[in-house]
């Protein structure tokens, strides 16, 4: 079965930096897209930002110069660092990839279990 599992989430301090991980596992055979979504409490989930198998990615205008959204296709990765953190970005963040699964034919998203990231003085 194919998995995604986050880590690198925390209580950090306003301006204070934390990086997210997610690896994926399982029969993956090819790997497409991959971002990362949040989920405050009150609202809905939305995007935060997303990469490309080439390695083009796009942010959502709320963290834009301050996140960066990167991956390692070989080890099958993709990461958020995150800088200048604001309260407002306190929400549980989650991965998301569109894969296609070995003799799968089609892609899939997928989603991790979502880390917790507080942002707090």
């Known amino acids: 079965q194919v998995q995604l599992v986050e880590s690198g989430g925390g209580l950090v301090q306003p301006g204070g930096s934390l990086r997210l991980s997610c690896a994926a596992s399982?029969?993956?055979?090819?790997?497409?897209?991959m971002g990362w979504y949040r989920q405050a409490p009150g609202k809905e989930r939305e995007l935060v930002a997303d990469?490309?198998?080439?390695?083009?990615?796009n942010y959502a205008d709320s963290v834009k110069g301050r996140f960066t959204i990167s991956r390692d296709n070989t080890k099958k990765m993709v990461y958020l660092q995150m800088n200048s953190l604001k309260p407002e970005d306190t929400a549980v963040y989650y991965c998301?990839?569109?894969?296609?699964?070995?003799?799968?034919?089609?892609?899939?998203?997928?989603w991790g279990q979502g880390t917790q990231v507080t942002v707090s003085s």
């Open positions: 990469i490309t198998s080439g390695g083009s990615s």
């Open positions: 399982g029969r993956i055979f090819s790997l497409n897209i």
């Open positions: 998301n990839a569109d894969i296609m699964a070995y003799y799968g034919g089609r892609y899939t998203f997928y």
